[in-house]
């Protein structure tokens, strides 16, 4: 579901993304994995779900840290920042 939420993200298809991503949720040790919170939180963020997106983006940060955003556009990092002050 993880890969399926993924390319839903990558055709800019952000609510079979969001709802992909959510059945993701539902899979063994799904909750707790920094990516899948990752990637549903850019879902939510482009759906303009923003207090959804914070949890998310939130919990993969406290999870992984900066290294999780490494690879992704910088606008959801930038974001983060805005609401969570342990972010450098």
């Known amino acids: 579901m993880t890969a399926i ?24 040790d799904a909750i707790g994995n920094p990516y899948i919170h990752l990637k549903l939180g850019q879902a939510q963020f482009e759906l303009e ?4 997106a914070q949890e ?7 999870i992984e840290g900066k290294t999780i955003f490494e ?3 910088l606008k959801y ?9 342990e972010v450098e």
């Open 56 to 62: 998310e983006l939130a919990r993969a940060y406290i």
């Open 71 to 73: 690879n992704e556009d």
């Open 49 to 52: 779900n923003f207090d959804r």
């Open 5 to 28: 939420g993924e390319s839903y993200l990558l055709m800019d298809d952000y609510e079979n993304a969001r709802h992909a991503l959510q059945e993701a949720m539902y899979c063994p």
């Open 77 to 85: 990092y930038e974001y983060l920042k805005t609401f969570l002050r």
